[in-house]
């Protein structure tokens, strides 16, 4: 049986299960097909004994050992050719990840690593390396009443001159250190494979289902300070975190997307903010970064002349 879904802006098709994505019921064609197909002898052919992947503008292949081999192709076909004795939800996790990563840098979207939320009727996205607290921080801020955009790809456009964030999909993942300090709990959550203590999260009811204006993207690194700091990034910084933070960023250049991520990444530069916050490793900060995130962002409202009530009132 087919199953239709929505994520990332598309209808996706496919046989193979998703409940981390929210079906539908619709005639309308998928955007996006999941297919299951014997990929052995084409990776025969064309991979070498040391390579897992073989990228080209509209067509990427990959194989993950004891997982799966996987081919994207033309933007809307992801084939996958599961290896023995694997896991759907290892599946899963690479289909949602890397397969969805090709597939919208083969249809000219930018996909950011790290999380997306909703502050004052816009997305600001927390980008950093794994570990840095990018979801841990998205999932603060959920707590204080926004909502979630995304979490892992943040699919970037712009439309009509204007930096846009489109929604995934309502999960989160997060740390059991992280549960603990939120006071969750892990009972009845689905574990991520091979990361057993790092659940997967749903978010149904603080998940934005509607594209809106990226405004900024902040940077969170771990730092030796006993205090967190954050400020503006400008100029070459700028393009030089876009790029360093875009997911899967080696396919740019086998794609041929090197002027077309510069040239993107030149317009976001112009019209969003972009700071680094860089948090201490000794203690757990997450609950102190909405407060301080929100008074940056409000202080920098101010100096532009803007009225952002929201994030006063937020900020409370």
Same mark, same amino acid.
């Given at each position: ?9 598309? +209808? ?5 299960? &998703? ?7 619709? @005639? ?18 064309? %991979? /070498? ?9 509209? !067509? !990427? ?7 799966? +081999? $996987?081919?994207?192709?033309?933007? !809307?076909?992801?084939? *996958? ?6 896991? /759907? #939800?290892?599946?899963?996790? *690479?289909?949602?990840?890397? !397969?969805?990563?090709? =597939? ?35 999932? %603060? $801020? ?6 979630? =955009?995304? #979490? #892992?790809? +943040?699919?970037?456009?712009? @439309? ?16 059991? /250190? ?13 574990? =991520? ?11 149904? @009811?603080? $998940? ?16 030796? %300070?006993?205090?967190? #700091? ?19 960023? &080696? ?31 000794? *203690?757990?900060? %997450? ?24 994030? +006063?009132?937020?900020?409370?």
């Amino acid at each position: 049986m087919t199953n239709k879904y929505t994520a990332f802006g598309f +209808i996706i098709e496919s046989k193979f299960p &998703f409940p981390e994505l929210i079906p539908i019921r619709t @005639e309308q064609k998928g955007d996006i097909t999941i297919e299951s197909k014997d990929l052995a002898q084409i990776w025969e052919r064309i %991979a /070498e004994s040391n390579k897992y992947f073989d990228v080209e503008p509209q !067509c !990427c292949l990959f194989k993950i050992p004891e997982v799966a +081999i $996987f081919m994207i192709e033309q933007g !809307c076909k992801i084939f *996958y050719s599961p290896l023995e004795d694997v896991k /759907e #939800d290892h599946i899963r996790l *690479y289909l949602l990840g890397t !397969c969805m990563g090709a =597939i919208l840098f083969q249809r000219n979207i930018l996909p950011l690593h790290g999380s997306a939320v909703e502050i004052d009727g816009k997305a600001f996205a927390f980008v950093g390396h794994s570990g840095a607290g990018k979801s841990t921080t998205a999932s %603060a $801020f959920l707590k204080r009443g926004h909502q979630l =955009i995304s #979490d #892992d790809v +943040i699919p970037v456009t712009i @439309e009509n001159g204007v930096p846009v964030v489109t929604p995934a999909y309502p999960q989160q993942k997060l740390w059991q /250190e992280s549960l603990d300090e939120f006071d969750m709990t892990s009972v009845g959550l689905r574990p =991520i494979v091979d990361r057993e203590t790092k659940y997967a999260i749903p978010v149904e @009811e603080k $998940f934005v289902t509607k594209r809106l204006p990226l405004a900024g993207v902040i940077e969170i690194e771990k730092g030796e %300070a006993d205090k967190v #700091d954050i400020h503006q990034v400008d100029n070459l910084l700028k393009l030089h975190t876009l790029f360093n933070h875009t997911y899967r960023n &080696f396919m740019v250049k086998q794609m041929g997307l090197m002027n077309w991520h510069f040239s993107l990444s030149a317009q976001l530069c112009e019209q969003i903010s972009l700071y680094k916050l860089t948090r201490p490793v000794t *203690y757990f900060t %997450a609950n102190d970064l909405p407060g301080l995130i929100l008074s940056t962002l409000r202080m920098e409202a101010v100096s532009h002349g803007e009225e952002h009530p929201s994030l +006063i009132e937020s900020n409370s």
